[in-house]
C-alpha cells in the first residue's frame, strides 16, 4: 500500500548535477490509492501519458509507444522526489523534484529565435525525390509556410505531425503550406529517405519532408545548417512564416496530447494564428 502521496504540480530538475546535461521539468501527477497517472512537461515536450504506482514511499511510472520505453523510479519523502529516469535500455540520468503548485516553464515562443543581421529563414534541402527545395519555391509562393523542424524518430515530432495531419485533414488550407525539415540518425542517406516515406505513410502526411540532415541529430550540426536561429533548443521546433517571409512564431518542442489542457490551448492558439495570416 501507499504510505505517501504524490499528488499535484512538481517542479523537477533532470541531471541537477552535470551543467551539460542538466534541464528543467513541471510534473503533473494525481494518486488514487495506490495508482498514480500524470505527465511530465520539459522545455523541448513532454513524456507522454505515464501511469503507475506508488508502493510505500516509492514510485513507478512508465510508458510504451511501440518503440520508446520510459520508466520513472523514485523515493518520495516529505518534501522531496529524488530518483532516475530510463529510457530503453541505453539511457539513466537522476532527477529530483519538489512539490510546487504555481511553478511555471518558459514560455516555448520565447526560446528561439532569428538572430540579428538575417531578415527570415533560409534553406535548401531534397525532398524524397531527390529535388533540392528552399522558400523560393513555386509551392511557397503567396502562402503562409509552416516549417517544422523535427526527425523521425523523436516521439514529440510524431505527436506534432499527427497533429498537424489530423488538422490539414479537417480544415483543408490551399493558402497554408507545410514543410518539415528532418534531422535523422540513420548512417547513410539511403536508410534516411527510408524512413522519411515510412513516417509520411504510416501517418498519412500530406506535405513534403525534407532531408535536411543524416548520419546525427546533433542539435549543434543542426545549428549550423539554419545558422540563422539563435539554437535549434528542441526537436520539434516550428516556425511560422506570413506571406510576406516575416516570421510570425517560432514555438520550441511540443506538448502533447497527455498535457491535456496545455495541448488544447496551443492547438486554439495555432489554429487561430493560421487563419488569421492566411486572411492577410
Known amino acids: 500500500a501507499a504510505t505517501k502521496n504524490i499528488q499535484g504540480v512538481w517542479e523537477m530538475v533532470f541531471s541537477p548535477n552535470d551543467s551539460t546535461e542538466r534541464y528543467i521539468a513541471k510534473g503533473i501527477f494525481t494518486q488514487q490509492g495506490s495508482r498514480v497517472v500524470g505527465n511530465i512537461q520539459t522545455t523541448t515536450g513532454d513524456y507522454r501519458y505515464l501511469e503507475g504506482v506508488m508502493s510505500g514511499d516509492s514510485l513507478k511510472l512508465s510508458t510504451f509507444d511501440g518503440a520508446h520505453a520510459f520508466l520513472f523510479k523514485g523515493h518520495l519523502t516529505d518534501s522531496t522526489l529524488n530518483g532516475n529516469f530510463y529510457s530503453g535500455d541505453h539511457w539513466k540520468e537522476p532527477f529530483v523534484a519538489v512539490p510546487n503548485a504555481d511553478y511555471k516553464l518558459p514560455d516555448p515562443d520565447s526560446l ?25 519555391n513555386a509551392m511557397f509562393n503567396n502562402k503562409v509556410v509552416v516549417v517544422q523542424i523535427m526527425g523521425t524518430w523523436c516521439p514529440n515530432c510524431l505527436d506534432e505531425s499527427k497533429y498537424f495531419s489530423q488538422y490539414l485533414k479537417e480544415t483543408p488550407r490551399p493558402d497554408v503550406q ?14 534516411a529517405m527510408t524512413g522519411i516515406k515510412r513516417l509520411k505513410e504510416r501517418l498519412d502526411l500530406p506535405y513534403p519532408i525534407l532531408l535536411a540532415q543524416f548520419g546525427s541529430s546533433d542539435k549543434d550540426i543542426a545549428n549550423q545548417k539554419l545558422p540563422m536561429l539563435n539554437h535549434v533548443l528542441s526537436f520539434p521546433t516550428t516556425i511560422v512564416i506570413d506571406k510576406n517571409g516575416g516570421i510570425q512564431k517560432i514555438h520550441t518542442g ?27
Open 112 to 136: 528561439t529565435h532569428i538572430k540579428d543581421g538575417y531578415d527570415g529563414l533560409a534553406f535548401s534541402f531534397p525532398d524524397l525525390e531527390g529535388n533540392l527545395i528552399s522558400l523560393d
Open 178 to 191: 507545410f514543410v518539415a525539415l528532418a534531422f535523422e540518425y540513420a548512417t547513410t542517406k539511403e536508410k
Open 254 to 280: 511540443f506538448n502533447g496530447p497527455a498535457t491535456g489542457e496545455k495541448y488544447e490551448i496551443f492547438k486554439s492558439n495555432f489554429e487561430s494564428l493560421l487563419t488569421r495570416l492566411a486572411a492577410e
